[in-house]
């Protein structure tokens, strides 16, 4: 046990400041997630981690830092912080929504056999953003947030592939 939190408090020590707040943040949605869903529809739940109800102070990081970061704690196994696509997802939404992103949630289910099963991912400029391969042809989407594809029209510097300019308030931090 105490060799496990030497060897995590190496790896946070190596983080900015930024970066430990971010992950601090992560850690309070991830542990208040359990509780909410419980008590909210699965829309109301969406609505919430997209809305600005709780604006971030953090400048946005590059996506893929902040995926980095987002799995690091999943897989970290802390209380009741455990990995999986929907919590992954949540916390990379919140995040890229606050930031001003181009970016949808979507829920899918697929029947293998007998059995149903379900998948939660991220799409970023109407990508699949943290995905090993793309989730669409394996999931049909049963919910998809937000239903417009006004955002996805936006493209910002900071997206790959992007020609546009990042909102002013957002810098950048790699």
């Known amino acids: 046990m105490l060799a496990r939190l030497q060897a995590i408090l190496g790896k946070v020590s190596a983080l900015r400041l930024r970066e430990l707040w971010l992950l601090m943040s992560s850690a309070g949605l991830l542990m208040a997630l359990p509780i909410l869903q419980r008590v909210l529809t699965l829309p109301a739940l969406v609505a919430l ?3 600005n109800i709780l604006p971030t102070l953090l400048p946005p990081l590059k996506p893929e830092r902040l995926l980095f970061l987002i799995r690091g704690l999943l897989h ?3 209380g009741m912080i455990r990995p999986n696509c929907m919590k992954q997802s949540l916390v990379l ?3 890229l929504r606050q930031w001003g992103a181009p970016v949808t949630i979507h829920f899918g289910a697929a029947k293998r056999g007998e059995a149903l099963e379900g998948h939660c991912w991220v799409e970023l400029a109407g990508q699949p953003f943290g995905e090993k391969g793309n989730p669409r042809p394996a999931f049909t989407a049963v919910y998809t947030f937000p239903t417009d594809n006004v955002h996805q029209r936006r493209r910002f510097r900071w997206i790959p592939g992007s020609r546009s300019k990042m909102p002013n308030h ?3 931090v790699t």
């Open 76 to 78: 970290q196994r802390i």
């Open 170 to 172: 957002a810098k950048t």
């Open 49 to 51: 981690f997209g809305a």
């Open 93 to 95: 939404f919140h995040f």
